[in-house]
């Protein structure tokens, strides 16, 4: 979802083909991080996604990731995917276990609807409906 100087999500949605914020293959993300491109911290529609069922639920496959001799698959209910990287990582104090702080050096995978869809006048859910999300992270080693 394209978003504002501020990084605030317009609603507007651009085709990613042919940009940085095509990640439909993979992509090695400190690629991406070149020419003015700090990181990623956008909402990705999941549109197209690859469906499976997880817990009797149907859900897209949202993200795949490599490194350090594992894959992880995100796997959502949700219609989109906030993707951030760490992008200001580095200036605050060591993690737990003396873990240096890097940037890029951590990722964040947030299921969501669209970020600030509502004031845009625009609802996913209506008042009293129940609520309910899956999002399922599979961790498998990768050599």
Known sequence: TEVDKSLIPTGVRPSV?????????????????QDGFIGFD????????????ILGSSVHLAAEVIGGGYKMSVYTNQPGLQFYMGNFLGSGPDFS???????????????????????????????????????AYLLEDFK
């Open 17 to 33: 083909e042919g940009t940085v914020f095509d990640l439909r293959e993979f992509t090695r993300l400190s690629d991406c991080c």
């Open 42 to 53: 956008h909402n990705f529609n999941l549109t197209g996604s690859t469906e499976t069922e």
């Open 97 to 135: 276990g003396g873990i240096k702080q890097v940037r890029h050096g951590a990722m964040c995978f947030e299921a969501q609807t669209e970020p600030n869809a509502v004031n845009r006048g625009e609802t996913f859910y209506s008042r009293g409906e129940v609520y309910r999300q899956l999002t």
